[in-house]
């Protein structure tokens, strides 16, 4: 399954846009790339899921280029509540997939 | 919104003790995983479960075990908990066959062995 990579962490201001990159050079074909979003003593959660081109949601939205090698979170106007820490999957659609978290990305959004 | 449940919320044992974290969820999910996570660190995974007597190691070697009796239950035991077990448990599921596989978390357990 495809490696991801993605920054340990990342610092910004309420009210601007965060984006978070994830790199995953040996995507497949059937495989999909997942956000999840965890806060602290609390299980990871969805934010969003996609294949190719933009995908939006009413929490952020999800870039892939066409090579799909590597993907863009985009959390619009940030507030003090979006301090979490947020994980790349790619996804293998069926089968015996197993999901696996690397350590994913801080964000501490400041006042 | 996701239906998994898991109890206690929080735990302080001491060394020695049998302890069992319950993990339920109301979706139909066949698919169950328990992760073991420290403070600022990556989730591992210690057990999964493709369905009713189905149960299998994962990657983090775990001295605790599990059951699948029924769908909608995944127990994690510790036999003889020790400081070295003191961690967060998440439990987690999804629908087989769904094709893209979202996972619905619990909220964990935070366990502490003295």
């Known amino acids: 399954l495809a490696k991801t990579t993605q920054p340990i962490s990342m610092d910004s201001y309420e009210g601007q846009e965060v984006n978070i990159t994830c790199s995953h050079n040996n995507i497949a074909t059937n495989d999909y790339i997942t956000w999840y979003q965890q806060f602290p003593s609390q299980g990871p959660r969805f934010i969003i899921q996609?294949?190719?081109t933009k995908v939006t949601n009413e929490v952020a939205s999800l870039f892939i280029p066409a090579d799909r090698k590597s993907s863009t979170l985009s959390l619009p106007r940030v507030s003090l509540s979006d301090t979490a820490v947020y994980y790349c999957?790619?996804?293998?659609?069926?089968?015996?997939?197993?999901?696996?978290f690397g350590r994913g990305t801080s964000l501490i959004v400041h006042p | 919104e996701a239906d998994i449940y898991q109890t206690p919320r929080y735990l302080v044992i001491g060394t020695g003790k049998k302890i069992t974290l319950e993990c339920s969820q109301t979706m139909g999910h066949d698919k169950m995983y328990w992760y073991q996570q420290d403070p600022g660190m990556e989730l591992h995974l210690i057990h999964y479960s493709y369905g009713v007597n189905s149960t299998e190691k994962g990657d983090l070697s775990s001295e605790s075990t599990v059951s699948r009796i029924r769908t909608e239950h995944f127990p994690l035991t510790l036999e003889s908990a020790r400081p070295s077990h003191t961690s967060q448990y998440l439990c987690?599921?999804?629908?087989?066959?769904?094709?893209?596989?979202?996972?619905?978390f619990g909220s964990g357990t935070q366990l502490s062995v003295l």
């Open positions: 999957l790619v996804v293998r659609t069926g089968g015996s997939y197993i999901p696996t």
């Open positions: 987690a599921s999804t629908a087989a066959g769904t094709g893209k596989e979202k996972l619905f």
């Open positions: 996609g294949y190719k």
